[in-house]
């Protein structure tokens, strides 16, 4: 069955230093990944995809991941963290059935002290 | 071009009411989406529109059901509510291409309380 298992569900990182938070996923096939961050009390922002190709791939706000068939992962990563990071970040992989259903991780808390 | 609106933002029921949650997706998308999102359990996807059919569903009681209208906007029922009901209802939109892989936008949510 596909999962997405992102193992920290806490990460504490001072202001400016770098990040990376963690995504393993389970998948068949060649996966569709999605990083999304939600702020509290909002909705999920969408931050990058993977589909194929290139496999550092780009987002907003200066985040980038880095798909790794491999080692089945995906991680996200930031070089410089500003304190409007602190957020929940999810990562999420394309259902392998009809449609657009995402199986999404339990979600990494990111808190950023000054 | 708005975003994906969810309406009423919060709402509180009794156990045994019913509740009906309302989404507009982004203009020109026709696909909705529900998920329902718990601290214990997470992010669960429970079912999909496309052009007014159900295109997935997932591993949910049915209590729960959906539609979609022609303007693609979308509602999603919940009936003999359970205390375990009550969560954050996500609903997100796809654009037209709608398949594997493409990115869904989601709304704010309906903050839903069982009592």
């Known amino acids: 069955a596909q999962s997405v298992t992102q193992p920290d569900i806490h990460i504490t990182v001072s202001e400016g230093a770098s990040l990376e938070l963690r995504c393993n996923y389970s998948?068949?096939?060649?996966?569709?990944l999605f990083w999304y961050v939600q702020s509290p009390g909002q909705g999920l922002q969408l931050l990058l995809k993977?589909?194929?190709?290139?496999?550092l791939v780009q987002g907003i706000k200066g985040f980038e991941a880095e798909f790794k068939r491999s080692q089945s992962s995906f991680n996200l990563r930031k070089p410089s963290v500003h304190w409007s990071d602190a957020a929940e970040y999810f990562c999420?992989?394309?259902?392998?059935?009809?449609?657009?259903?995402?199986?999404f991780g339990k979600g990494t808390t990111l808190s950023v002290s000054s | 071009k708005a975003g994906v609106t969810q309406t009423p933002r919060y709402l509180i029921k009794t156990r045994g009411q019913q509740v009906t949650l309302s989404c507009s997706p982004i203009?020109?998308?026709?696909?909705v989406s529900w998920y329902q999102q718990t601290p214990g359990q997470g992010l669960q996807f429970l079912f999909e529109?496309?052009?007014?059919?159900?295109?997935n569903k997932g591993n949910f009681p049915g209590r729960f059901s959906g539609r979609q209208f022609s303007n693609s906007r979308s509602e999603m029922n919940v009936s003999t509510l359970e205390l375990g009901d009550s969560a954050l209802y996500l609903c997100?939109?796809?654009?037209?291409?709608?398949?594997?892989?493409?990115?869904?936008?989601f709304g704010p949510g309906t903050r839903l309380t069982v009592t």
């Open positions: 997100a939109s796809s654009p037209p291409a709608a398949g594997l892989g493409v990115e869904q936008y």
């Open positions: 998948y068949g096939a060649t996966p569709y």
């Open positions: 993977y589909f194929s190709g290139d496999t």
């Open positions: 999420a992989v394309g259902s392998n059935q009809a449609g657009t259903a995402l199986i």
């Open positions: 203009s020109g998308h026709r696909s």
């Open positions: 529109y496309f052009s007014e059919t159900q295109r």
